[in-house]
């Protein structure tokens, strides 16, 4: 907003339904103060929470109307997502003032929108560690204020971005938007040009479609009053690939995209964009089982690598969803600010049920040796099917005292409970190392584990299991000052993959006896 040709600010507020040309104005004094606020501490500073935005009330007086000036809805274009997907980030992104806008039809494999992403970008990352980028070098003389600029969320064979206007620019900086995106404070997320196609007008409040280009630089800061920007530096992205392996299909169908790195939104667009590609390529309700296989590389870390299966009878994608919860974990952890570079996914798709729960267990004989083996049949009833029977077969440890042995047969869900109770301290991590560990070493949902718990008494430590401690030892831990540690006791455990997701659990007793001749002969 320009008077007697001077700036004055930018156009930030409006009345719903006016029939005048009337707005409200953000100051450029307001903004040059966000601009030129110190920045944080980057070893220390972690994302704040964006807040709601509301209705500002400005007049409701005596023989007045009620009336409201509210900030001008930002619109962030949505292209590539399903129908569900759509309204999952319209319910997100509308709590914070802003207007998603679905652009073009869900993205499957052999679509044109998929093979121009893929040409556009190809591996992101593999780009970056050359330190190959378009927007270094250049001096964007183009890039003037009225220009239309975009804050990219996502990029690829899906694509999120928010659109607004350049207020102002002193060299490499930017001034836009006039009010607030998501006001995270500092971040790094890319600055791309923005082409306005046209401008849609409502009584309401009217809208401009555009479409995002080409990346120039950084989305530096996020305030009240304005988005920063810097021209020609480049905002770090984690790679997200996604290989489906679906029912009649010969060759995978595989998805690739860019998400800004932002630990609060990278989860909500990396969660939408896999939940939308599957559901694109998959039917929306009815039955489906799916392997997933997700590795998640975090800087300065190893990859952790999470695997399990799920079934539904409904919205598979959504299911799908649960299977990314140890990701969303990772990033978010309660411990320090972590990086993510890339997370791949795997899934293979069955159009069929297979979940069955435990009815019960058989075994051979009531009375074994330590040492012998011991073989048992567990009774599943598995969806809509008839009974069926799964074997195993364990070895008794050879120093098994004599006595009753109580036995607990569980799926791999109900293990994951049995586990927390014997181990709290472990389910309580204390480091992201600890943390990815818990997930990685988790039962998958299809196996069966045959646990028992015998031998000394142990300790868990910071989240470290150390079981069978010695009795010294355990008395000298217990009257240590300063020193927490949960007792726990050892168990044995056996686990067996099925083909079945299972549910449920089950127990028995057996009578250890040891071999009185076998004694006498020692």
């Known amino acids: 907003i320009y008077i007697d040709n001077k700036l004055v600010g930018a156009l930030a507020y409006a009345w719903g339904f006016s029939k005048e040309a009337i707005a409200g104005v953000q100051p450029i004094e307001a903004m040059f103060a966000l601009r030129d606020r110190p920045e944080k501490d980057k070893s220390q500073k972690r994302a704040q929470r964006p807040s709601p935005i509301k209705a500002v009330e400005v007049s409701k007086g005596q023989g007045l109307p009620h009336s409201v000036i509210v900030p001008l809805r930002t619109p962030v274009f949505v292209s590539g997502f399903t129908k569900e997907a759509n309204q999952m980030l319209e319910k997100f992104f509308g709590q914070y003032g802003l207007m998603p806008i679905p652009c073009g039809e869900p993205v499957t494999t052999g679509s044109k929108a998929a093979v121009s992403a893929k040409t556009k970008i190809g591996k992101g990352s593999a780009r970056r560690k050359k330190g190959k980028d378009k927007a270094k070098g250049q001096n964007f003389d183009d890039i003037l204020p009225g220009q239309a600029v975009s804050a990219c969320l996502l990029r690829g064979d899906l694509n999120i971005s928010a659109v607004g206007t350049l207020t102002h620019r002193a060299g490499n900086k930017i001034l836009a938007f006039g009010h607030p995106f998501f006001n995270l404070g500092d971040l790094d997320i890319p600055l791309c040009r923005a082409d306005v196609q046209t401008v849609l007008p409502s009584l309401a409040l009217s809208f401009k479609m555009a479409n995002t280009l080409e990346p120039i630089g950084t989305v530096t800061r996020d305030g009240e009053t304005a988005i920063v920007g810097v021209l020609g530096q480049e905002a770090p992205l984690a790679d997200v690939s996604l290989k489906l392996n679906l029912p009649g299909k010969k060759e995978p169908h595989l998805y690739h995209f860019e998400v800004a790195l932002q630990e609060l939104l990278t989860p909500i667009?990396?969660?939408?964009?896999?939940?939308?590609?599957?559901?694109?390529?998959?039917?929306?309700?009815?039955?489906?089982?799916?392997?997933?296989?997700?590795?998640?590389?975090?800087?300065?870390?190893?990859?952790?690598?999470?695997?399990?299966?799920?079934?539904?009878?409904?919205?598979?994608?959504?299911?799908?969803?649960?299977?990314?919860?140890?990701?969303?974990?990772?990033?978010?952890?309660?411990?320090?600010?972590?990086?993510?570079?890339?997370?791949?996914?795997?899934?293979?798709?069955?159009?069929?049920?297979?979940s069955c729960r435990i009815e019960g267990v058989r075994w051979l004989k009531d009375q074994y040796e330590p040492g012998e083996k011991l073989r048992g049949a567990l009774i599943l009833r598995p969806y809509e099917k008839e009974l069926t029977f799964e074997t195993f077969e364990i070895k008794l440890p050879d120093d098994l005292p004599d006595g009753r042995l109580n036995i607990t047969v569980a799926s791999g869900r109900e293990q994951m409970f049995i586990e927390q109770k014997r181990d709290p301290g472990r389910f309580r991590p204390k480091s992201v190392e600890q943390l990815g560990k818990v997930y990685e070493e988790l039962p998958d949902f299809t196996d069966f584990v045959v646990s028992f718990s015998y031998g000394r008494a142990g300790a868990s430590l910071a989240g470290t299991a150390m079981p069978q401690l010695p009795a010294s030892m355990l008395t000298l831990v217990d009257g240590s000052r300063g020193v927490r540690f949960e007792k726990l006791i050892d168990d044995k455990t056996f686990s067996f993959d099925t083909a079945w997701v299972m549910e449920g659990k089950t127990q028995f007793t057996i009578e250890i006896k040891r071999n009185q001749n076998a004694r006498r002969t020692k």
Not at 301 to 324: D, H, K, Q, R
């Open 269 to 354: 667009m990396v969660r939408a964009a896999i939940a939308s590609t599957i559901g694109a390529e998959t039917k929306q309700i009815g039955p489906a089982t799916m392997k997933v296989k997700t590795t998640v590389k975090l800087k300065d870390y190893p990859p952790f690598t999470l695997e399990n299966t799920f079934t539904t009878t409904i919205f598979p994608a959504m299911a799908l969803s649960s299977g990314l919860t140890p990701v969303f974990a990772l990033l978010n952890n309660s411990f320090e600010e972590v990086v993510l570079e890339s997370v791949n996914v795997e899934v293979d798709v069955e159009d069929e049920v297979r």
